[in-house]
């Protein structure tokens, strides 16, 4: 019960009907403002008290490096998404120079750097602009990019294409993985192409960390 200005105002009534056995509750709705208030209250100390972890990367691609930062929801929703790009795809999966077929895995990483550049474009300006975790996965998504696939791409994607297009009417006799180890730069492409998988798998794996919340 709340008293003001001489007059009673019961914000809860509370009452019980012996002869019927009826209990009743009435709620004054000047309390509904009041329970808004306290979940409104509620809500940002929980919020506030949810703090992510600080993740600590160590990305080898590239310049990239160390990295340390504590992600926001939105940051670990596009680390997930990166990662699973990554381990659907012969990126983050150990190739198989015997078995896979480098076109395939080219076709696959080009499609991965198409779908990571448009997740990194679609992030909202205001998280660029006020979120630091933001900023530095932006960073390092960018740098992932064009410090590491990119490099590989440009030296020998085209190369080998062309090469295995004009090679191409071989292929009635062989098999793709036995034309391809006849381009005369196989054993350079291959292991070019083996540590910048061991990279994007150890890439991955780093991902991860932002999508557990694993400091280590």
């Known amino acids: 019960m709340q008293k003001s200005s001489g007059n009673t105002y019961e914000l809860i009534n ?15 709705l000047w309390i509904l403002p009041i329970f808004a208030v306290i979940g409104l209250i509620m809500w940002l100390v929980s919020c506030r008290l949810k703090r992510y972890k600080l993740v600590k990367l160590n990305i080898p691609l590239g310049k990239i490096g160390k990295a340390e930062f504590a992600p926001n929801d939105r940051d670990i929703q596009i680390a997930h998404r990166i990662w699973t790009e990554l381990v659907t795809r012969k990126a983050a999966i150990p190739i198989d120079p015997d078995n896979d077929v480098i076109i395939e895995v080219y076709d696959s990483w080009y499609n991965l750097f198409t779908k990571v550049r448009e997740l990194i474009a679609d992030i909202p300006s205001d998280l660029l602009r006020n979120e630091a975790s933001t900023k530095e996965l932006v960073r390092i998504s960018t740098a992932t990019l064009n410090e590491g696939l990119r490099p590989h791409l440009t030296k020998w994607q085209a190369r080998f294409r062309n090469w295995y297009s004009t090679e191409s009417e071989k292929l009635k006799n062989l098999t793709p993985q036995e034309l391809q180890k006849q381009y005369p730069e196989f054993s350079e492409l291959v292991s070019d192409l083996s540590v910048l998988n061991s990279q994007l798998i150890q890439y991955a794996v780093e991902l991860k960390k932002i999508v557990d919340g694993n400091s280590k």
């Open 14 to 28: 509370i009452g019980i009907d012996l002869d019927t056995c009826i209990f009743s509750v009435d709620v004054s």
